[in-house]
């Protein structure tokens, strides 16, 4: 008799971030890029229940070196209200820059 499992859904954000304004008025973008090799990784984790939340959480044009950034502080806040459960990034980079002020 095959055992089946249950899986909670994971609701998965992506984050993505680029420190520079240059290339994103491109009708494809480095943000773009991100967010489809994100979507790409999470598809792949669907028989683990992971599933993509709609919600964008994009910083392009913002320093790592600060934390106050839009898509950063609207991912925090939706961490903070249970409504994330697994955030994807592209590269694994520091969240802030060593040294900066919060």
């Not at 304004?21 to 943000?31: A, I």
Request: aromatic content about 6%; hydrophobic content about 30%.
């Amino acid at each position: 008799m095959a055992e089946t499992v249950s899986r909670r859904r994971l609701h998965c954000a992506i984050y993505t971030r680029k420190s520079s304004e240059e290339g994103l008025e491109q009708d494809f973008n480095s943000l773009d890029a991100q967010r489809e090799a994100c979507s790409s990784y999470i598809a792949s984790q669907k028989h683990e229940g992971w599933g993509e939340l709609p919600a964008h959480y994009d910083d392009g044009g913002y320093s790592g070196g600060t934390m106050q950034r839009p898509g950063l502080r609207s991912l925090l806040a939706d961490i903070a209200a249970r409504r994330i459960d697994v955030v994807v990034v592209y590269k694994s980079l520091p969240l802030r820059r060593q040294g900066s002020i919060g």
